[in-house]
């Protein structure tokens, strides 16, 4: 399929509206008390019931606004995907682009925007898919074009355990082999939802896998803030040691519950971050190494994380005790316990943020050390211009799309997945 030059219309916002949340959701977010998913959302963002807010803090005094482009468009790229959820590519030089479908599947599309009809591998058998559910991350290992390694993320059937595996594609790249699947970690998860799923190497080789808080409602399992649980966590696995005797992989012995760690021994050797309840799709910024988390809240806030590229690790971002920068429980929290995210917004503008990149391309200068965002309800494409501090986030387009991810090109030019019409977007500045 060849690409469109058809844009959506941005709309331009100068003025951000951080208000009470006018929802109750519960799941991520889902109808009160229920737990329950949209059927149609990989983040668990179907829209929320309606609530009365409680009323908004006069003395409320918001910070500027960020510099960058005012408004983005959103130029056709690909279309004809089944579900895509998340995109990648694999560093080869090839300047393809890796979708995942949320049934299974694994699409590569050309650099003209052609989608192959035959998939990189299908592992549709071996995945349970609807809602929060499916084939959830794809990641190239950073010698790829050699070694021909990826690993993926995918709630596992029947009983949908939270997965990790290997895979080996054939010499020329052409696809990946079904048949060399190889499961490096398998979690138990008590719900159908707050799966997280991202996959991706950081700038230190090693890989990292976002979990989500193991679903239902109010963090029920009682994982959030629980260090001796993967779950609502982002861990950190060596895949290229010899790992010890009986396991599949190896651990840094510098994660911050490791051995060699800052907090040795207080957890999961494996966690690099924790206190989150759904981390969807997170991204580490080329320049500097800083990892940028999209945390999906629960009835008032989304938030974006940021952890700096020369962290020791071991980040609590709070969850359940707040929901971004509010205290979540009852009866007052202590909020300096915490890491703070460096942005969020209210349910007035959404219900489940969607990470995105910092754009470091050449293309679009004027986009360059901007963080590109979005909502997977609202459809709003938000930025913050990370280079200059800034921290309220700015509505630069309203799409009209279930943004279900972002990624890059071999470029470093950013792209909107969309799950509404099956369809790639990439970001322009207009």
Known sequence: ????????APIVVLVMVVAACQTDATGSPAPSGSGATSASSPTGSGKATAGTPPPPDATVTLPPLPSGPDALELEAFARGLS????LTNAGDGSGRLYVNERGGRI???????AVRDDPFVDLSNVIVSGGERGLLGVAFHPDYARNRRLFVTYTAAPDGADTLAELTASADGARADPASLRVLLSIPDPAPNHNGGQVAFGPDGHLY???GDGGGADDQFGNGQDPATLLGTIVRLDVDSTPPSGAAYAIPRDNPFAP???HAGEGAPEIW??????????SFDPEGGDLYIGDVGQGRWEEIDRQPGDSAGGENYGWSVMEGSHCFVGGGCSPSAFVPPIAEYSHDLGCSVTGGYVYRGEAQPELRGVYVFGDYCSGLLFTLQVD?????PKIVAQTGLQISSFGVDESGEIYVVSLSDGALYRVVVP
């Not at 579900?83 to 998340?86: A, K, L, S």
């Not at 971050?273 to 997170?282: C, E, Q, Y």
């Not at 200059?388 to 309220?392: A, F, I, N, R, Y």
């Open 388 to 392: 200059e501090g800034t921290t309220s």
């Open 1 to 8: 399929m060849m690409r469109s030059t058809r844009r959506l």
């Open 260 to 262: 060699d760690g800052i």
């Open 83 to 86: 579900e895509p959820i998340g």
């Open 107 to 113: 699409r590569v599309v050309d650099a003209d925007g």
């Open 273 to 282: 971050a924790w206190g989150l309840r759904n981390p969807w799709r997170f």
């Open 209 to 211: 896998v976002a979990l």
